[in-house]
């Protein structure tokens, strides 16, 4: 059973930063790709950045120039480093994964993030 842990939520300022970590229980290359979700009160769910097994990254408008996506295949983990917070930055992260051969998806349990203004 494939597992993804999160870490590293908390209450920040805004204008704060915070390092997410996700943690694989294998290697983080058997995965097609490595995404960092999240959902804030009464919304959806969106995608917030993603990592390729090649390293490609990709993130949504309102993150850009402030998270940078990371991994650390030696310690099965990825990093989203979340710089310059804003109180609309507040919710649950989640990390996903998709398996390289089987496609099926991953998630972690999530971390809560809350930025106050």
């Known amino acids: 059973q494939v597992q993804l842990v999160e870490s590293g939520g908390g209450l920040v300022q805004a204008g704060g930063s915070l390092r997410l970590s996700c943690s694989a229980s294998?290697?983080?290359?058997?995965?097609?790709?490595m995404d960092w979700y999240r959902q804030a009160p009464e919304k959806q769910r969106e995608l917030v950045a993603s990592?390729?097994?090649?390293?490609?990254?990709n993130y949504t408008d309102s993150v850009k120039g402030r998270f940078v996506l990371s991994g650390d295949a030696a310690k099965n983990t990825v990093f989203l480093q979340m710089d310059s917070l804003k109180p609309e930055d507040t919710g649950v992260y989640y990390c996903?994964?998709?398996?390289?051969?089987?496609?099926?998806?991953?998630w972690g349990q999530g971390t809560r993030v809350i930025v106050s203004s």
């Open positions: 996903h994964g998709v398996g390289i051969f089987s496609r099926r998806d991953y």
């Open positions: 294998r290697s983080t290359i058997s995965f097609l790709s």
């Open positions: 990592i390729t097994r090649d390293g490609i990254t």
